[in-house]
């Protein structure tokens, strides 16, 4: 019995560790073997690591594609560019998504369970089809120009698309309910008693949310900050599709290095350079929910 129950907490343990070491840490591995490599015409178009010279084997390992990332600036204004646009998304569905999020927790019955199907219902949609829907609501002969005009708002259309307006405007809609999601279930469990105590201490609404609300809801706030910020920085279709020529995002900069220029190293390079940086916020979070969760 003893037995059976090590091989079932290894079971239990190993097969979590061995899916992210397949489909994560192996992947990031090859990712890094190739940033350390040079770029060549051939397929793959990079050097291998390992060289056989004179019956043994060589390491040829290079550091020169990072130094290109840190001497161009190119790639620091499309990491400034990204990360600036990720936080203000990140903001932004903060802002939005926190009253929908506590609208829903004091729902009761059937009204919650349809707004949280509303929440969700984008989903059912393909992403990329849901970004060319913007692309027919925001250009100038689109669907939202027309109604201004229509209104008498504006005589000619504004320049709604590819610019960094269309840009947040679509990060936020598509990384909303990623925000709304978590919050909505730190405000669900909250003890209602809590407010109520407060209420009959003398705390004003204002001060009841404040003093007990949001620090009770800290670990969904940083929740979903992370599910928004972590993909929003890499994001690649909406700066491509709904931004313009000024637009400079890393997942643009990694989709031309990979797919137009060739240079694989390079792409790699600037591939983890980024997944490095998200190592600090994902680290700094997990300890803030672990306090939390202790606490």
């Known amino acids: 019995m003893t037995g059976m129950g090590w091989t079932g907490r290894l079971l239990l343990i190993g097969v979590p560790f061995l899916w992210l070491a397949l489909f994560f840490l192996l992947p990031l591995l090859i990712v890094v073997k190739i940033s350390l490599a040079q770029s060549t015409i051939g397929i793959p178009p990079y050097t291998p690591l390992l060289v056989d010279h004179d019956g043994g084997r060589e390491l040829h390992a290079t550091l020169a594609n990072f130094a290109l990332i840190t001497n161009d600036d190119l790639y620091l204004r499309a990491y400034l560019g990204s990360l600036g646009n990720a936080a203000m998304a990140t903001a932004l569905c903060l802002l939005i998504g926190y009253p929908v999020a506590y609208a829903i927790a004091r729902s009761q019955g059937v009204r919650r369970h349809l707004l949280l199907f509303l929440v969700m219902l984008p989903f059912w949609t393909s992403f990329l089809i849901r970004v060319y829907a913007w692309i027919a609501i925001l250009e100038p002969n689109g669907l939202l120009n027309q109604c201004l005009i229509a209104l008498g708002l504006t005589a000619a259309p504004l320049p709604l698309l590819n610019n960094e307006f269309s840009v947040e405007l679509g990060l936020v809609y598509s990384y909303l309910p990623f925000m709304i999601l978590p919050l909505y279930g730190s405000l669900s469990v909250l003890d209602p008693s809590l407010i109520e105590a407060a209420a009959d201490l003398g ?93």
């Open 203 to 295: 705390a004003r609404p204002l001060q009841g949310f404040l003093g007990v609300t949001l620090p009770l809801t800290l670990p969904g706030i940083a929740a979903g900050s992370l599910l928004v910020l972590i993909p929003a920085l890499g994001e690649f279709v909406i700066p491509d599709l709904l931004g313009g020529p000024d637009t400079l995002m890393i997942g643009k900069v990694l989709w031309d290095e990979f797919f137009n220029n060739r240079d694989w190293p390079v792409a790699a390079a600037v591939a983890v350079v980024l997944v490095a940086a998200l190592a600090v916020p994902l680290l700094a979070a997990q300890r803030f929910l672990e306090r939390g969760h202790a606490a």
